[in-house]
């Protein structure tokens, strides 16, 4: 009987060293901004507080299942570590791609290589920010990485002038938006953004070609 208790009670001590503590926080993938109220199912069911944060117990490999209206559901498998952060991509409608495409097609189309920069041979890439108010018209623009030769101010230019159909699904943001000017087959070393500022999101890349004569 005595080597029975023994048994069960390293087993059980076993069982107890395998749980983990984790601390986890759920932000938003695009703004890294923390998400509250998030749904996390495991054996219980826990909700993240207004930083984001919750904890739970579990072992790793465990599956949970992170839920929150406006995103994308997430399974995520817990690690040995037990500290670290979930990003949920927020879920995007069928009107919204169709409105985003046209954004896109409108910078494509209307973004000029500037008559200074491609005499100049001024090539390479740039990082503007752009604000978006209540009604999707874009009220601010900003030069992160300097290319002269009326590269960024083509760019701001155009982004104020941008029609408000996809921002005003996405109103009262922040954007960033990478455009590269190429001269003909010219080939520059492209500068990337060390850091995003707090808040913004960093849309995909706008290339914009010239040809030398």
């Not at 740039?126 to 083509?154: A, H, K, M, N, P």
Request: hydrophobic share 40%; charged share 25%; aromatic share 8%.
């Amino acid at each position: 009987m005595r080597n029975i208790i023994i048994v069960v009670t390293l087993f059980m001590h076993s069982v107890c060293l395998s749980q983990i503590k984790y601390t986890l926080r759920v932000v938003d993938r695009e703004t890294l901004l923390p998400l509250d109220k998030v749904k996390i199912l495991s054996d219980t069911i826990a909700y993240s507080n207004f930083k984001g944060f919750f904890q739970l117990n579990g072992k790793e490999k465990d599956t949970i299942l992170l839920q929150l209206t406006g995103y994308d559901e997430m399974k995520v498998i817990l690690p040995s570590t037990p500290i670290f952060s979930i990003e949920l991509k927020r879920t995007e409608t069928d009107e919204e791609r169709k409105l985003r495409s046209e954004f896109y097609k409108y910078l494509g189309e209307t973004i000029r290589y500037p008559a200074d920069a491609r005499r100049r041979g001024i090539a390479g890439r740039t990082y503007v920010l752009f604000e978006v108010d209540s009604i999707g018209q874009v009220t601010r623009t900003e030069e992160l990485i300097e290319l002269s030769g009326g590269c960024s101010s083509e760019i701001a230019r155009v982004l104020k002038k941008s029609p408000p159909t996809w921002h005003q699904i996405r109103s009262n943001r922040i954007f960033v938006v990478p455009v590269t000017f190429k001269l003909g087959n010219q080939v520059e070393k492209l500068q990337k953004l060390n850091k995003i500022p707090a808040g913004a999101i960093l849309i995909p890349e706008v290339v914009v070609h010239a040809v030398t004569y």
